[in-house]
């Protein structure tokens, strides 16, 4: 048994992709009888049975949307307080920092004569310079690029080893950040498939998925092309919005169905302006803990993240669980997911996306072959347990140098 400290540097739970790997990592690390302990920020939801413990509260900022704000900077500070305050008094075999925030905190915590004999992991998600660029916080090449790249090289090459969501993020790492081969290797998310499984699992449970689609007034003759994941723009939602006219000048049977946060009403006020609204339902953020459900009232789905800065697409393993075909775009990271059984339009073109959201809509045989083969992948080789034993391994042997 290993007493694991969880750094999350974020408003966890808030049912988006970075706490999704954190809960789940500590979710299946406990179910193997290890002990994680996950130190976050004062604001968000509990989840699960993992034990948490948070910062105090700073009443004047509760937002939980992705993305750099200054509040994290003494947010932060407070963070790596009450991490030292936790390993003065208890027991730690390993430390686990996710993002470069958490990982600089551990960098700290290891200069400290109680901490000072922790091997820590880094959990990187993506670029600290990249998100801060697509959130708008750095604009061209100026003195703060390079101060803030130069403390994202510093951070990626201190941690002892370093584990990706991605090989697109490693190879970046390894590339442009000269993190060293040896010390570094991609563990990317997973999916819990007995939770999230194929339509003609629930249709056997009192009409669980035909109550849900009636709830959300989908007619039953509709194609439903599901999204679920972020608004925000640099998650490629515009894309997706802006490819819904011309699918439905084609095929006007098709019924897109749109969850998530934050941004939806504006996404709402778009749809109604476009004169597309009859076509498209908005539910807003909904609960991880209800994802299989909605996912269920798809017959295909659609991923248009960029993936600019490195982070992975973990909605994916999600949609492969639920047994759906899926339309992303081409990039190695959806590839190196996917394989041959996903269905790629070419990098940030509405026309690309249009045209392949048509194509598979109009082959149900393509749909099934598709839908099951990406199930398949996620059962043999994406399941939150397998994802487990690697984290596993990697502090075992982190323990024994």
Known sequence: ???????????????????????????????????????????????????????????????????????????????????????????????????????????????????????????????????????????????????????????????????TSSDHLRNTMLKDFGVSPNRIMTISDGVDPDKFKPRNKYTLHENYFLDLRSELGIPNDRLVVVYLGGMDRHKGINYLIESIPGVLESNKKIHFLLMGYPGEESIRERIVEMGVGGNVSITGKIPYAEAPRYLSVGD???????????????????????????????????????????????????????EKILELAGNRGKRRDLGLRLRRLAKDQYTWEKTGERIEKVYRALMNE
């Open 1 to 163: 048994m290993l007493r694991i400290l969880i750094i999350a540097p974020t408003m966890y739970f808030s049912d988006r992709g970075c706490h999704i790997r954190i809960y789940e990592q500590a979710r299946v690390l406990r179910e193997m009888g290890h002990r994680p302990t996950i130190i976050t920020y004062h604001s968000g939801n509990d989840i699960g049975s993992s034990h948490v413990n948070r910062i105090i509260r700073t009443p004047w900022y509760d937002k939980l949307v992705a993305g750099p704000s200054l509040h994290f900077l003494y947010m932060d500070a407070l963070l790596f307080l009450k991490c030292l305050e936790y390993t003065h008094s208890q027991k730690v075999d390993i430390i686990h920092a996710h993002l470069h925030e958490g990982a600089f905190i551990a960098g700290l915590l290891l200069k400290t004569r109680t901490c000072a004999n922790i091997k820590y992991v880094f959990d990187a998600q993506g670029s600290l310079t990249g998100e801060m660029t697509a959130h708008g916080f750095l604009r061209g090449k100026g003195v703060a690029r390079k101060f803030w790249r130069r403390l994202e090289h510093d951070i990626d090459n201190n941690a002892h080893f370093t584990i």
């Open 300 to 354: 295909m789905a659609v991923a248009p993240k960029l993936l600019e800065w490195g982070e992975a697409n973990g909605k994916l393993f999600n949609y492969m669980g639920c047994g759906l075909p899926v339309v992303a775009f081409d990039h190695p990271t959806n590839r190196e997911i996917m394989g041959k059984a996903g269905v790629y339009a070419e990098m940030g073109s509405t026309a690309s996306l249009t």
